[in-house]
């Protein structure tokens, strides 16, 4: 039998800070129903565990002139060791790639890049993408409005 790894007060608590990551220990505490020593010592043991990855702020795209957000799709040349390790260092050193993700079907990677405007994904695309050896073949879908975005992970297995 597996041992479940998250109580009631878990969850609620990482249920909370997904919603709000900057609210003081004794709000938490009250909102899960913990007195503020316990809730804080749950909390460092999440973060001790690697359940809570960190705190950040969220920024406006648009507010911060990054306007455009392509979904990229990467298929490499030759699935070697090095080609893979290669490219996702590449991915891991470009800032306008927001996220990315190796998956099945006919692309490798999804990679989801941010830029300004139109003319700042053609100057992303020719200046890094396609400079890089081992990138075959690329397809770029540009989302047209965004409906969902950074919104809290379901737990709701975990209980």
């Given at each position: ?45 999440l ?46 050193a ?39 050896p081992m ?25």
């Amino acid at each position: 039998m597996v041992e479940k790894r998250f109580d009631a007060f878990d969850l609620k608590i990482l249920a909370v800070l997904q919603e709000d990551g900057r609210i003081p220990n004794t709000e938490l505490a009250e909102r899960v129903g913990l007195s503020p020593t316990p809730c804080l010592r749950r909390v460092r043991a999440l973060e001790a565990a690697g359940v809570i990855a960190g705190y950040r702020a969220t920024l406006a795209r648009k507010a911060v002139d990054l306007g455009l957000t392509v979904f990229v799709e990467v298929k490499v040349d030759g699935h070697r060791d090095v080609n893979a390790e290669a490219i996702q260092a590449a991915f891991h050193a470009l800032p306008e790639v927001v996220a990315c993700h190796l998956v099945s079907g006919e692309y490798d990677f999804l990679c989801q890049v941010v830029v300004p405007d139109l003319a700042g994904y053609e100057a992303f695309l020719l200046g890094h993408l396609l400079k890089l050896p081992m990138v075959k073949d690329i397809r770029s879908n540009f989302a047209i409005r965004e409906i969902k975005q950074d919104e809290p992970l379901p737990l709701a297995h975990l209980g």
